[in-house]
């Protein structure tokens, strides 16, 4: 099972960037799949996740109205487009799956985790 991040970076406040995680060694339809991050001295929170069909989606109030989490099951893609980034918005981010229907925003809920990302706002 592989779950990789890319499309990190340095940006300026007010910007924008897309993460993308690739999925591979599992049956990718079948999962749910889920962002979250950490920043220094804090804990693994949650951003946003996708049900299986991609139909449904969550957001942590935080990043609502500017990131979009999107998949893409032909390709066992699923995307993070963060719009109107800000300072607070700096963290390793990292891609997850989860098997379970439910439990979106906990992360003892995902199986599979990628190795992140790291994404900094600068002012």
């Known amino acids: 099972v592989q779950l990789v991040e890319s499309g990190g970076g340095l940006v300026q406040a007010g910007g924008s960037l897309r993460l993308s995680c690739a999925a591979s060694g599992f049956t990718f339809s079948l999962y749910a799949m889920g962002w979250f991050r950490q920043a220094p001295g804090k804990e693994r929170e949650f951003v946003a996740g996708?049900?299986?069909?991609?139909?449904?989606?969550d957001y942590a109030d935080s990043v609502k109205g500017r990131f979009t989490i999107s998949r893409d099951n032909a390709k066992n893609v699923v995307t993070l487009q963060m719009n109107r980034l800000i300072i607070e918005d700096t963290a390793v981010y990292y891609c997850?799956?989860?098997?379970?229907?439910?439990?979106?925003?906990?992360?003892?809920?995902?199986?599979?985790w990628g190795q992140g990302t790291q994404v900094t706002v600068s002012s």
């Open positions: 997850a799956a989860r098997s379970l229907a439910v439990g979106t925003t906990s992360s003892s809920n995902y199986n599979y």
């Open positions: 996708i049900s299986r069909s991609g139909r449904s989606t």
